[in-house]
């Protein structure tokens, strides 16, 4: 199975900050990857997909880079109701694999 | 508008089995793979497989093999994935997902709203 190793998994930063989550997989997923958003009680929404595409509706202060092994979701100045969890995904490979989640908390 | 409507809550005793429904509107129901993923309390996503609704075809992370299985029925727009032999371990939100894919990606786009299944004695 392909391991999915994102980081840090907590991170604490204010309103208008810029932050960066990274996301290691174990072996090359190539673009095969995707960011989501979870706020507490609900579903994961689709933020990125296949790296570096903006999911329709998602505000353009979210971002994504990379291929490979090596991926970023960057979001530029942070707004209160960014303040949830992310987790990155790959599929390259089933089985499906998840990174284990990025909380961002309010500084 | 696109749309995945799940079952409601189950509280089931060790060793039972659950059957949760998952009933899709607003698109080309078999379009679209339809994946299971499970979120344990105050834990990470974990995927379980995915069914194809216009041909039955599954595919079941090996984990779950003998374990899980994943049906649809056509005519109502509806998928269904029934886990058998339930442990305490398997306490957890389930979320049918709709997947979208093309040559450079396959990623899941629409969620429906979780069941959670509690397994205690």
């Known amino acids: 199975d392909i391991q999915m190793t994102q980081s840090p998994s907590s991170l604490s930063a204010s309103v208008g900050d810029r932050v960066t989550i990274t996301c290691r997989a174990s072996?090359?997923?190539?673009?095969?990857l995707n960011w989501y958003q979870q706020k507490p009680g609900k579903a994961p929404e689709l933020l990125i997909y296949?790296?570096?595409s903006l999911q329709s509706g998602v505000p353009l202060r979210f971002s994504g880079s990379g291929s490979g092994t090596e991926f970023t979701l960057t979001i530029t100045t942070l707004q209160p109701e960014d303040f949830v969890s992310y987790y990155c995904h790959q599929t390259y490979n089933p089985p499906w694999t998840f990174g284990q989640g990025t909380k961002l908390e309010i500084k | 508008q696109v749309q995945l409507v799940q079952s409601g809550a189950e509280v089931k005793k060790p060793g039972a089995s659950v059957k949760v429904s998952c009933r899709a509107s607003g698109y080309t129901f078999t379009n679209y793979d339809i994946n299971w993923v499970r979120q344990a309390p105050g834990q990470g996503l974990e995927w379980l497989g995915w069914i194809n609704p216009s041909s039955g075809g599954t595919n079941t992370a090996q984990k779950f093999q003998g374990r899980v299985t994943m049906t649809r029925d056509t005519s109502i727009t509806t998928v269904y994935m029934e886990v058998s032999r339930l442990k305490s371990d398997d306490t957890a939100v389930y979320f049918c997902?709709?997947?979208?894919?093309?040559?450079?990606?396959?990623?899941?786009?629409?969620w429906g709203q979780g069941t959670t299944v509690t397994v205690s004695s």
């Open positions: 296949g790296a570096s």
């Open positions: 072996e090359s997923v190539s673009t095969f």
């Open positions: 997902a709709r997947a979208v894919r093309s040559r450079t990606y396959w990623a899941v786009d629409v």
